[in-house]
């Protein structure tokens, strides 16, 4: 899985490449959302038009990112979901658990006024990087 960020006003979004499966999939996926959380990012939305492929690992990491995320006060979108992981996620009867869109621009309309931005660091920009595993 590969995912690589970028930043859209107060919002972050992370673009998943690869499958979502148990292994390194699901654990890049947690890494990712607890840096950008971390950062002090308070909206994150996941696009999630290149994940060729949910297990239930996967799954559970989704659901996992959105506690976190409600749990620390910010929200979490998911975006562009194809037919494979759409099913998934209907079966699993989660998919009403997400905020699911299919326009990037709507998704982040959607997000509440407040919040989002993280404070810069001082001293130059970490910044979040781009992860890659070696399953997809």
């Known amino acids: 899985m590969h995912v690589?960020?970028?930043?859209?006003e107060n919002a972050v979004i992370a673009d998943l490449q690869g499958r979502l499966v148990i292994g390194?999939?699901?654990?890049?996926?947690?890494?990712?959302?607890?840096?950008?959380?971390?950062?002090?990012?308070?909206?994150?939305?996941?696009?999630?038009?290149g994940v060729t492929?949910?297990?239930?690992?996967?799954?559970g990491e989704l659901v996992a990112s959105l506690r976190t995320?409600?749990?620390?006060?910010?929200e979490m979108k998911v975006l562009n979901l194809n037919?494979?992981?759409?099913?998934?996620?209907?079966m699993a009867a989660l998919l009403p658990v997400f905020d699911v869109y299919d326009d990037e621009a709507a998704a982040l309309a959607a997000f509440s006024a407040e919040g989002g931005v993280p404070p810069q660091p001082?001293?130059?920009?970490?910044g979040v990087k781009a992860h890659r595993g070696d399953n997809g």
């Open 4 to 8: 690589a960020v970028r930043k859209h």
């Open 24 to 49: 390194i999939g699901d654990e890049i996926l947690r890494g990712v959302v607890n840096e950008l959380l971390a950062e002090g990012w308070k909206k994150i939305l996941l696009n999630l038009t």
């Open 53 to 59: 492929a949910l297990d239930s690992a996967g799954v």
């Open 69 to 74: 995320t409600h749990h620390l006060g910010a």
């Open 83 to 90: 037919e494979r992981v759409r099913r998934t996620l209907h």
């Open 122 to 126: 001082a001293h130059g920009t970490k």
